[in-house]
């Protein structure tokens, strides 16, 4: 079954970095693609980054791509179970429960995920 880990989520002030980890198992993630979402209080899940076991590639996306460009940064372990999100000059608006999510390889990125884990809480204060 597969099982997706999240850590590294915290509380740290505005202008901090956080590194948060998504540990995979139970399946075959050498292909898969692996994403981050968020979703703060009251608000809708917003896709934040993913990325793509097979080559590397990465995609921040359209709306996403404003609110984290230049500071968040998805990237993938050398073990190809873990996948990381750094994120640097967090701010408060930035708070959110960060959620990881893989799917089997096919479209990239996927329109839908297949796979969640359980969040890690990230919360920026002023």
């Known amino acids: 079954q597969v099982q997706l880990v999240e850590s590294g989520g915290g509380l740290v002030q505005a202008g901090g970095s956080l590194r948060l980890s998504c540990a995979a198992s139970?399946?075959?993630?050498?292909?898969?693609?692996m994403g981050w979402f968020r979703q703060a209080p009251g608000q809708e899940r917003e896709f934040v980054a993913a990325?793509?076991?097979?080559?590397?590639?990465?995609?921040?996306?359209?709306s996403s791509a404003d609110s984290v460009k230049g500071r968040f940064t998805i990237s993938r372990g050398h073990a190809k179970n873990t996948v990381y999100l750094h994120m640097n000059s967090l701010k408060p608006e930035d708070t959110a429960v960060y959620y990881c999510?893989?799917?089997?390889?096919?479209?990239?990125?996927?329109?839908?995920?297949?796979?969640w884990g359980q969040g890690t809480q990230v919360t920026v204060s002023r």
């Open positions: 139970g399946g075959m993630f050498s292909n898969y693609v």
């Open positions: 990325i793509s076991w097979i080559d590397g590639s990465t995609y921040y996306g359209d």
């Open positions: 999510a893989a799917d089997p390889p096919g479209r990239f990125p996927p329109v839908t995920y297949g796979y």
